[in-house]
């Protein structure tokens, strides 16, 4: 039984649904069901990503993250799908976690290789092996800009590849003794949270541009346009010495910070 929403989108008077087996289109006008299409999953994936683009319905359970489907929107056909429990099973030993963009650009990476698939078809752009440039590390976490792709890496998780999104060739490598928790990209700088310290790092070279020391490692960094951010992941956390911390991008230094141990439960976004 398919009996939950998991995520919702709407275009054109026609609401685009996520499901825990599939997906689901509703004609709002109408208030008629148009399609409903269960993904080839066997099992609940609980599809909380949902993207429309070019007349195609991408559905992505935020766990795991290397499964993806793919629907027509007019008539809710599966086009294709990543999905090694399933489908592509010769994967599923080392299966490959796929990062999805706003504007429906592809990347994934296992422990050795790194692609970009094609959004309509779901075939491989570009592929390359990564490990002769990060001495057979494996990647840890993924960050995807318009400037590049960016990884964690390295053998205690404290090195970053940038890879060039087109074709896939090294733009840097920065290697540390720090360990990266966290990895964001925004104002031309690619952002690099360790054990006790915020780095920020020139997106086209590499080069270190400032660090901020003293920063709680349950902090995630996080970006906007123009604003940078440290969040505490787990704000119960009394050890913790601001919740939340709004940093200059250009130079580390803290705007303004925030502390609240004692969150009430809220119904707002």
Known sequence: TDNQIDSTLVSNSVLYMGTDYG????????????WYQPA?????FQFRNILLQ?????LQPTMPDNTLYVFNTQDGKQIWAYD??????????DPFHIS???????????????????????????????????????????VVSNNGIFFITGPGGGDILALNQQDGSKLWYMPSTDVYSSLAVGQNHVYALGAQTLYALNIHTGTLLWQKSN??????????????????TNPYNADTTSNAINLDPGTGKTLWSIQNINVISSTLP
């Open 23 to 34: 997906a689901a289109a509703f004609d709002l006008t109408k208030q008629a069901l148009i």
């Open 54 to 58: 070019s007349g195609m319905l991408y």
């Open 100 to 142: 999805l963009t706003s504007d429906a650009h592809i990347y994934a990476h296992n422990s050795s290789v790194v692609r970009a698939l094609n959004p309509l078809t779901g075939a491989v752009i570009w592929e390359t092996n990564y490990l002769h440039w990060t001495n057979n590390d494996a990647i840890k976490q993924m």
């Open 84 to 93: 090694p429990l399933n489908i592509n099973k010769q994967d599923f030993s």
């Open 40 to 44: 080839s999953a066997s099992t609940a």
């Open 215 to 232: 920063i709680s490692n349950n902090m995630q960094t996080s970006t906007t346009q123009n604003d940078l951010y440290l969040v505490d």
